[in-house]
């Protein structure tokens, strides 16, 4: 069956612009993570959705990111003001409650 | 706050040998994954070991949880190249957050 799968695979942008970065988890998987993962590093948690919302959002590191899962399937990570510390994998899981299946991730390069 | 603690880090060793992956842990959680990382790939899982004593073995590859020690190995049986990988161990926190180690970067020269 389909695994996840994240859109866009690579995206450039110029720092200070905004944007979405969208993950397709796999269809029933009520539990929807996301994790960035920069250079040599194991991923970081950013945020975690039971069905529509956000039950763990810790991770995030300032209000410039932000997460929605509005009808409890797909999710999208919203970066503003993007800044060149934003670089990295971004990295999306889901699960039904324990192992986490992960996407190809999206490779942000702010410049 | 939990926190995962591999080594090494890294590790450079001939096809045929035998060599175990540590993975410490700092508190107290009855949850443990390993996955493998390919160069510019995602995610894979390996093994998922849920209670103490689990151990759980796939071809060459052999992992084993001791929640008391709070330790997870994972053991490398006469390695092939096809497992030169980056091997990282995630414990179950909260509500399933995972928390990372730095990950094993392992490659196996022929």
């Known amino acids: 069956g389909a ?4 859109t866009p695979s690579n995206k450039v942008t110029e720092k200070g612009k905004y944007v979405e970065l969208r993950c397709d988890p796999i269809s029933g998987h009520t539990a929807l ?3 960035r993962q920069s250079l040599g590093q194991g991923p970081e948690f950013l945020i975690y959705f039971q069905g529509t919302g956000a039950a763990d959002d810790s991770g995030l590191p300032n209000d410039r990111f ?3 899962r509005p009808e409890g399937s797909v999710s999208t990570l919203k970066i503003q003001r993007t800044e060149r510390g934003d670089s990295a994998v971004y990295l999306c899981a889901s699960s039904l409650g324990g192992e986490q299946y992960f996407g190809p991730g999206t490779r942000l390069t702010v410049t | 706050e939990l926190k995962v603690e591999q080594n090494p880090l890294f590790l450079s060793m001939q096809e045929g040998k035998n060599y175990t992956i540590y993975c ?3 508190t107290t959680s009855d949850r443990l994954y390993w996955y493998r990382q390919d160069p510019g790939k995602s995610l894979e899982s390996l093994f998922v070991l849920l209670s103490n004593g689990a151990v759980k073995q796939e071809g060459r590859l052999m992992a084993s949880l001791d929640t008391k020690a709070r330790l997870s190995t994972l053991h490398i049986t006469a390695a092939v190249h096809d497992l030169s990988a980056t ?4 414990v179950d926190a909260l509500n399933y957050q ?3 180690g730095a ?3 392992l490659i196996i020269k022929p």
């Open chain 1, 66 to 68: 932000f997460a929605v």
């Open chain 2, 98 to 100: 995972l928390i990372w």
């Open chain 2, 103 to 105: 990950g094993t970067k």
């Open chain 2, 87 to 90: 091997y990282f161990c995630a």
């Open chain 1, 33 to 35: 993570y996301w994790y």
């Open chain 2, 24 to 26: 410490n842990y700092s």
């Open chain 1, 3 to 6: 695994g996840v799968s994240q």
